[in-house]
Every structure is written in C-alpha cells, then in structure tokens.
C-alpha cells in the first residue's frame, strides 16, 4: 500500500537526462582540463553556462512536480 | 493532482511537504525570517573583526575573512568575468556568497536546523537580484538592442540553425536564467532537508513508535544514515553556494563578454 | 487542486521572508561593501604592491651589487696593470741605474788607470831624474876604483879620463835639460 504523487515519479524520469548531460559536461571539463591545464578559466565558464543550462530541465521538472 | 492510494499508511508517515511549514515564533515572524536575519548579522560581525585591525600580516580572523574573499575575487569573479571589470563585482559576489553559505549550513547546524532556502521565497528574491545585476550590466556595456541581440543572436550560425537556436537562447539567457538560478537552490536545500527528515524521523519512529523489536533494533542504521547525510548536506550546501555564486558571475561574464 | 494543497505548495514564496531577505541582503551588502570589501582590497593591493615592491628592491640590490663587483674588479685589474708598470718602470730604472753605475764605475776604473799611469810615468821619470843626478858620483866612484887601480899607468889613466870627459860632453846637453 503506497501513498504518493505520480508527479514524483515524472520527476524522476525528468532527471535521468540532465543527469546523464550533467556528467557529460563536466566529463568533458575534466578531459580538457587534463590536456591543456592552462585553459582552466576559460573552459570553466563553459562547463558552468553548460551545465546549468542541462540541470535547468531537471529543475523544470522539479517545479511542474509541484506546480501541476 | 495527487493520486493516492486509498489509505494512509499505518503507523508511519512519512516528512512531506508540510513539515516545512514552521509555526511561527511571534506574530508573523517565523524561523527563516529569523535565521535571515541571523545570517546577516553573523556574516557582518565577522568581517567586521577580520577588518578591525587591518595588518599587511594578517591575523587568524583576518586571514579566514582574506581567504574569503580572495576566494572568490581571484577563482570566481576573476576566472569568469575577467578583464578589469571584475573587482567592480567582487563585493556583491562575495556578500552574495557568504550569505548562502550561512543560510545553507543552518541546515546542519544543531538547534537552528533548518535550511533557509528550503523555503523558496529568498533564492527568488536573490535571482531576481542578480537578473536585475547582470540585466544592467550587459545593458549598460551594449545597449538594451546589443544586450538582447548577444543573448538571443549567435553569430555564424545558419539560417536554419537560427530558427531552432535563437528561441532557446531567448529562453535560456532571458527567461530561465533567473528561474534555474532560485530553484537549483531551493530544489537542493528542500531535498537534503527532506531526506535528513526522512532519516531522523524514520529512526525516532522506528525506535520509539513501531511495536516490532527487529524495527527497533535496525533503528540506529537509520540514526547512522542520518549522520553520514548530515556531511553529505555539508558538501552540497557548500557547494550550492558556490554554484549560485559561480553562475552568477559566469552570466555577468557572459553578458559584459564582447562575441558570443 | 484544492486549497489546501496550494497552501502546502513549497514553490510559493513567503512575502515576509522575501522582504526580510533582501533587507538583510542588502544591509549586509551594504555594510561590507563600504567599510569591509575596500579594506581588503587595499590589503590585497598593498601585498602585492610590497611582493613587488620587494623584489624591484631585490632586483635593484643585485644590480647595484654587480656594479659595485664590476667597479671593483675594474679597480683591481687597473692596481693589477699600475703594480706591473710599476714594476716595469723600476726594472728599467734599475736597469738604466745600473748601466749609469757601471759607466760611472768603468769612467772612475778609466780615471784611477789613467792617473795610476801617470804616477808610474812620474815615478819612472822621477827615479830616472835621481838616477841621472846619482849616475855622475857613482860613476866617479866607479872612475875612482877604475883608476885608482890604474894610476900607475899616468897615460893610460888620461887617456881614460879624456875619453870620459868627451863621452860627457857628448851626453851634456840632454843631461842638463833633463835634470832642471
């Protein structure tokens, strides 16, 4: 017998894409850290717009959980 | 819409969204309101001793306040805005950092316990600052039609690309900036203090309430995990607050940057 | 979606804290960015100013430690250079104070000769002037003896004594000259 909200679970779901392109961006940061160390700053922007511009889904998906 | 099974599960229930709903302390005061103010008040007292006696050595207090600081004027601000502009933005980030550092770690602090930005109110409030923030900034370097034109118009790109392209960057660098910014927050903050809910009452209830002994014998694994989230929420607290500190500067990058 | 569950919704922001939060945000950023921020800047500017500062001293120092070594080592080789010229100069100068010497000696050796000669010129003659003055008693002497051992003989005896007296005669004039 489980009580809850189907939202949750759609929430879930939501988060397994940005989850996989959250560790693809910052992979990728990490491999370019490694071979030009130097190129630190600017890569970090990069990773940082990126990866905020992938976890935004799952936090879209976080808010219609609730919003719905 | 909530689809619910017929009964509430006996015995147990488990923290939901309405063990975030506080009474309040007196008259319509209630706990975050005073944490806010908490925060504040904690975060100036201690600048104001590292800087009492300013030193070219620096003394403890001192040291940690320049660590501070330098922290995030040498590795956020100037990594991600550069150029000269960066110490014009160096004491927002900064204030900005601390004050969602302490917010955060009253999550884990004994007898505050309770994430600020849990409650999602304030991590809007701060977004919409740092829109306003960078929203001026990148107006004022570019003029209102440049600043739209740089967030919404990638250049080199093919018409066709264009189509699919520039809706997303309108909505990503326009719209959704601010709305990702508050709720990564609050979404982290809600959850940990969710889950370290979980633990605890779980423990308490498992211990004090089930009638089974296996229940109450398996109860400290629940009061283990508890403590082992509790550093767990540390780290992602701390890190959150970097994170909202990191995109805001990234986006004040972004938009005072002279391409793309 | 009843009331009841909008009230629970924890996406709608509190008004009181939202209010309150960026009160205190901002009296916070206020405070720290007029009195806190500005000092550290300066701290930090200053530090590196002195990091900086220290190692153009430092720099400085070396450079001015070079010259000094330069300078020096200038001097030294000039001392090196005036010390062999000086010692040149003697070794000539002893040299041309030897030959001078020598000179001087070899002029003096000439001088002492030449005077030495002279004396024996001066002796030889003086012996040869007293000779010649003696050489007329002792050759009277001798003509004694001679005679007196032939005076018996009264012609041989004049006969001796005209050939002598007209040898002296002969032998006269130089005898004179000599002898004054």
């Given at each position: 017998?489980?009580?809850?909200?189907?939202?949750?679970?759609?929430y879930?779901?939501s988060?397994i894409?940005?989850?996989?392109?959250?560790g693809?961006?910052?992979?990728?940061?990490?491999?370019g850290?490694?071979r030009?160390?130097?190129?630190?700053?600017?890569?970090?922007?990069?990773?940082?717009i990126?990866f905020a511009?992938?976890e935004?889904?799952?936090?879209?998906?976080?808010?219609?959980?609730?919003?719905l | 819409?909530?689809?619910?099974a017929?009964?509430?599960?006996p015995?147990?229930?488990a923290?939901?969204?309405?063990d975030?709903?506080l009474?309040?302390v007196?008259?319509?005061?209630t706990?975050p309101?005073?944490?806010?103010?908490?925060a504040?008040?904690i975060i100036a007292?201690?600048f104001l001793?590292?800087?009492?006696k300013p030193?070219?050595?620096?003394?403890k207090?001192?040291?940690?306040g320049?660590?501070?600081?330098?922290?995030?004027?040498n590795?956020i601000?100037?990594d991600m805005i550069?150029?000269?502009?960066?110490v014009?933005?160096?004491?927002f980030?900064?204030?900005?950092f601390?004050?969602i550092?302490?917010?955060n770690?009253f999550?884990?602090?004994p007898?505050i316990q309770?994430?600020?930005?849990?409650?999602?109110s304030?991590?809007y409030a701060?977004?919409?600052?740092?829109?306003?923030?960078?929203?001026y900034?990148?107006?004022?370097?570019h003029g209102f039609?440049g600043?739209v034109?740089l967030?919404t118009?990638?250049?080199?790109v093919?018409?066709w690309?264009?189509i699919i392209?520039t809706?997303i960057?309108?909505?990503?660098?326009?719209?959704?900036?601010?709305v990702?910014?508050s709720l990564?927050l609050?979404?982290n903050?809600?959850a940990?203090?969710?889950?370290l809910?979980?633990?605890?009452l779980?423990?308490?209830?498992?211990l004090?309430?089930?009638?089974?002994w296996?229940?109450?014998v398996l109860?400290?694994?629940?009061?283990?995990?508890?403590?082992?989230f509790?550093f767990?929420e540390?780290f992602?607290?701390?890190?959150?607050?970097?994170?909202f500190?990191?995109?805001t500067a990234?986006y004040?990058g972004t938009?005072?940057?002279?391409?793309? | 979606?009843?009331i009841?569950?909008?009230?629970?919704?924890p996406?709608v922001p509190h008004l009181?804290?939202?209010i309150v939060?960026?009160?205190?945000?901002?009296?916070?950023?206020?405070v720290?960015?007029?009195?806190v921020f500005?000092?550290?800047?300066?701290?930090?500017?200053e530090r590196?100013?002195?990091?900086e500062g220290g190692?153009?001293?430092?720099?400085s120092?070396?450079?001015e430690a070079?010259?000094?070594k330069?300078r020096?080592e200038?001097?030294?080789a000039?001392a090196?250079?005036e010390?062999?010229?000086?010692?040149d100069d003697?070794r000539a100068?002893g040299?041309?104070?030897k030959?001078?010497l020598?000179?001087?000696?070899?002029?003096?050796?000439?001088?002492?000769r030449a005077?030495a000669?002279e004396?024996v010129?001066a002796?030889r003659e003086?012996?040869?002037?007293s000779?010649r003055?003696?050489?007329g008693?002792?050759?009277?002497?001798?003509?004694e003896r001679i005679?007196?051992s032939?005076?018996a003989?009264?012609?041989?005896r004049?006969?001796?004594v005209?050939?002598?007296?007209?040898?002296?005669?002969?032998?006269?004039?130089a005898?004179?000259?000599g002898?004054s």
């Amino acid at each position: 017998m489980i009580t809850g909200n189907l939202n949750a679970i759609g929430y879930g779901l939501s988060a397994i894409g940005p989850g996989i392109g959250v560790g693809i961006v910052f992979a990728a940061f990490i491999n370019g850290v490694a071979r030009q160390p130097e190129a630190r700053g600017q890569l970090q922007g990069i990773a940082f717009i990126g990866f905020a511009l992938s976890e935004a889904l799952a936090i879209l998906g976080l808010v219609l959980a609730f919003a719905l | 819409m909530t689809t619910t099974a017929t009964a509430p599960a006996p015995g147990f229930e488990a923290p939901g969204v309405e063990d975030f709903q506080l009474p309040p302390v007196f008259g319509p005061v209630t706990k975050p309101v005073l944490e806010l103010v908490l925060a504040a008040v904690i975060i100036a007292a201690f600048f104001l001793v590292a800087v009492r006696k300013p030193a070219l050595v620096p003394g403890k207090t001192q040291f940690l306040g320049e660590a501070f600081h330098g922290l995030v004027r040498n590795t956020i601000a100037r990594d991600m805005i550069g150029g000269r502009d960066f110490v014009k933005y160096v004491p927002f980030l900064t204030a900005l950092f601390a004050f969602i550092l302490v917010n955060n770690l009253f999550g884990i602090i004994p007898f505050i316990q309770f994430p600020t930005f849990s409650h999602p109110s304030v991590p809007y409030a701060l977004a919409a600052l740092v829109y306003v923030v960078f929203t001026y900034a990148g107006i004022r370097k570019h003029g209102f039609g440049g600043y739209v034109r740089l967030s919404t118009w990638p250049p080199d790109v093919p018409w066709w690309v264009r189509i699919i392209l520039t809706p997303i960057e309108f909505l990503s660098n326009l719209v959704l900036r601010p709305v990702t910014l508050s709720l990564r927050l609050f979404g982290n903050m809600f959850a940990g203090h969710l889950l370290l809910l979980l633990f605890v009452l779980g423990g308490e209830y498992m211990l004090l309430e089930a009638g089974d002994w296996q229940l109450k014998v398996l109860s400290p694994f629940a009061f283990l995990m508890a403590i082992v989230f509790t550093f767990f929420e540390a780290f992602v607290q701390v890190i959150q607050a970097y994170i909202f500190v990191m995109l805001t500067a990234s986006y004040i990058g972004t938009v005072l940057a002279d391409d793309h | 979606m009843t009331i009841a569950a909008e009230e629970l919704n924890p996406l709608v922001p509190h008004l009181a804290e939202i209010i309150v939060g960026l009160v205190a945000f901002g009296l916070l950023f206020w405070v720290l960015a007029k009195t806190v921020f500005p000092q550290f800047e300066k701290l930090y500017a200053e530090r590196t100013d002195q990091i900086e500062g220290g190692l153009k001293r430092a720099e400085s120092a070396q450079a001015e430690a070079d010259a000094l070594k330069k300078r020096y080592e200038d001097q030294l080789a000039g001392a090196r250079a005036e010390a062999a010229r000086i010692r040149d100069d003697a070794r000539a100068e002893g040299q041309q104070i030897k030959a001078e010497l020598r000179t001087e000696a070899e002029e003096e050796a000439a001088r002492i000769r030449a005077r030495a000669e002279e004396q024996v010129v001066a002796q030889r003659e003086s012996a040869e002037r007293s000779l010649r003055g003696e050489i007329g008693g002792l050759s009277a002497e001798l003509a004694e003896r001679i005679l007196g051992s032939e005076l018996a003989d009264p012609r041989r005896r004049s006969a001796t004594v005209d050939s002598f007296l007209s040898e002296l005669d002969a032998m006269a004039p130089a005898q004179t000259t000599g002898a004054s």
